[in-house]
């Protein structure tokens, strides 16, 4: 069963400002909720392409989406080919992009994943299982050097190269192939003290690996500057990250097409050329409320941005 909560669905749909004749592409369908509210939307001329990498994501959606699969394409692809997928289905722009990033909740839900550290499982963390490379492939072949570098940049985690160094010492006596044994080495490399206090301390390893395993950010950054040139004059891109590597990449990226002339300000005229390709829609991220956090505690650190293009 794919059971998966939606964050910010009415936020994200709205900020589309969904046209009923329009195409729109929802990067990451998930559990569907997202592309539903937008099929809803649309009527016999408009189209949505509904792209997820998880087999099982697709084949449940297909059944959320069933009333409206005249106007609705499934891909099954990662969203950074998001350029050829739109060339491929004779579409020059579209009116709409959204992507809801990081894991759903059946993929951590279901054990065998891999994703979670608080289950026994393979040691897996593919969002696509028909690629080869697998988190257990990473911790077991991976120099100790690269282990650390990605630990420390997609989890943040101050204590990666002790972590990295313990993962080597104890794939030596036997490979790592299962989420309990790497939480259990990844807890004794954190000096006890910091164990104390926060969140599991496998956690920033383990987003950092699944990352890694994923490209994802590499991902996500091809696919929303190529979303953006996309784009029909007036569509909007709505992206919800859930973790800050993804704002970052989202916020600069938006800040970095919105910007107009990047002359020094004493220069009596502009010589650069630089014009704005997008206008950002929302200055501060728009955040879940009370209420949605309550219901689905995932969405605690979910945020949204939009841009539209000029």
């Known amino acids: 069963m794919f059971h998966h909560i939606t964050v910010l669905k009415e936020e994200a749909v709205t900020g589309l400002n969904i ?6 592409v929802d990067c990451t369908l998930g559990g569907g909720g997202h592309s539903l509210s937008i099929a809803s939307r649309l009527t016999e001329g408009g189209r949505l392409l509904a792209i997820d990498q998880d087999d099982k994501a697709i084949e449940a959606a297909e059944k959320v989406l069933e009333p409206y699969l005249d106007r609705v394409t499934l891909v099954k692809s990662n969203f950074r080919h998001i350029k050829e997928i739109v060339r491929e289905q004779h579409l020059g722009h579209v009116d709409g ?14 054990e065998e994943r891999g994703f979670s550290y608080h289950a026994a499982a393979p040691l897996d963390m593919r969002m ?22 990605i630990i420390y940049r997609y989890g943040e985690e101050k204590f990666a190269r002790r972590i990295a160094r313990r993962i080597v010492a104890e794939r030596e006596k ?26 599991h301390p ?21 696919a929303l500057e190529d979303g953006i040139h996309l784009l029909h004059p007036g569509g909007r891109i709505a ?6 590597l993804e704002d970052r990449i989202c916020k600069k990226m938006f800040q970095s097409y919105s910007r107009g002339c990047t002359c020094p300000p004493d220069f009596p005229q502009c010589v650069c050329g630089n014009e704005p390709i997008i206008k950002v829609i ?22 949204l941005r939009i841009a539209e293009k000029l």
């Open 19 to 24: 046209r009923p004749d329009g195409i729109y």
């Open 97 to 110: 992009i959204l992507f809801d990033l990081g894991v759903s909740s059946p993929q951590l839900d279901e």
């Open 128 to 149: 696509d299982r028909s690629q080869s490379l697998s988190a257990a492939d990473i911790i077991n072949e991976w120099r100790e050097e690269e282990i650390a570098d």
């Open 174 to 199: 036997e490979p790592i192939e299962t989420t309990d044994r790497l939480a259990d080495i990844v807890k004794q490399a954190i000096p006890a003290a910091a164990r104390r206090k926060g969140p």
């Open 202 to 222: 496998a956690r920033r390893t383990f987003q950092a690996v699944r990352i890694a395993v994923n490209d994802e950010l590499g991902a996500f950054e091809q």
């Open 239 to 244: 992206v919800i990250s859930f973790h800050s």
């Open 282 to 303: 929302t200055n501060k991220p728009v955040l879940p409320g009370e209420k949605e956090i309550e219901q689905n505690p995932r969405a605690r650190s979910a945020k």
